[in-house]
């Protein structure tokens, strides 16, 4: 039987890392072989190429920043992620393909199409079962942000640039309503936790 295969999206600043380690803990204890990763990143080579990803002193052309973001994810998806659904394993990725979509998509304006080619290029019929969007105001988020780490280079963009990003995602949710569910990240993390077990639930009872 294969795995499940959950992604978590948002803007910078949304606080949808805090709930990866809930998120593996829940599915943990009701018997889950839970693989945990991140994009851009999962592998020697994707990490390598985030760190120039999200370096500030990085001078990356669009074309470039997207291809390189597709690079790290072949290598991601052929050494981590399909192993791990064929063993039966779930994979749980901080951001996949829809951050793309959303921040060279719509923050950097490159064409959906273009993305969407890749997209059919790399994952073939590989497909997310379920994605997290947690949602909320860039200036929300900026604010969570400046008090809590250094910024990268995606980070320090202006608020119109994440809130563009913002829009790329709300839109792919309105396109995708049985994929993808938008949670209120405004909400206390108690309670955004309690729509994620409710949500988890469902799928193990469809599994």
Same mark, same amino acid.
């Given at each position: 039987m294969t795995g499940q295969f959950l992604t978590l999206e948002g803007i910078d600043g949304a606080g949808k890392s805090t709930h990866v380690d809930f998120i593996r803990d829940w599915l943990t204890a009701r018997g889950i072989d839970v693989v945990v990763t991140r994009e851009p990143g999962g592998t020697p080579l994707g990490e390598a190429l985030r760190a120039l990803l999200l370096d500030v002193k990085s001078d990356i052309s669009l074309d470039t920043e997207t291809l390189l973001m597709f690079a790290a994810r072949q290598a991601h998806v052929d050494a981590v992620i399909r192993p791990a659904l064929a063993a039966g394993r779930w *994979?749980?990725?901080? $951001? /996949? #393909?829809?951050? #793309?979509?959303?921040?060279?998509?719509?923050? $950097?304006? !490159?064409?959906?199409?273009? =993305?969407? +080619?890749? +997209? $059919?290029? *790399?994952?073939?019929?590989?497909? *997310?079962? @379920?994605?997290?969007? /947690?949602? =909320?105001?860039?200036? !929300?988020?900026?604010?969570?942000?400046?008090?809590?780490?250094?910024?990268?280079?995606?980070?320090?963009?202006?608020?119109?640039?994440?809130?563009? *990003?913002?829009?790329?995602?709300?839109? @792919?949710?309105?396109?995708? =309503?049985?994929? =993808?569910? !938008?949670?209120?990240?405004?909400?206390?993390?108690?309670?955004?936790?309690?729509?994620?077990?409710?949500?988890?639930? $469902?799928?193990? +009872?469809?599994?």
């Open positions: *994979v749980l990725s901080d $951001r /996949f #393909t829809d951050a #793309t979509f959303a921040y060279q998509g719509g923050g $950097r304006g !490159v064409p959906f199409e273009r =993305i969407a +080619e890749l +997209e $059919r290029w *790399v994952l073939r019929d590989l497909r *997310v079962d @379920r994605t997290f969007l /947690f949602d =909320i105001p860039p200036d !929300v988020a900026r604010a969570r942000m400046s008090t809590t780490r250094t910024l990268d280079r995606f980070e320090r963009e202006r608020e119109a640039f994440h809130q563009r *990003v913002r829009n790329a995602y709300l839109s @792919r949710a309105e396109a995708d =309503i049985d994929r =993808i569910r !938008v949670l209120d990240a405004e909400l206390p993390v108690a309670t955004l936790q309690a729509e994620l077990a409710r949500d988890l639930g $469902r799928l193990l +009872e469809r599994r």
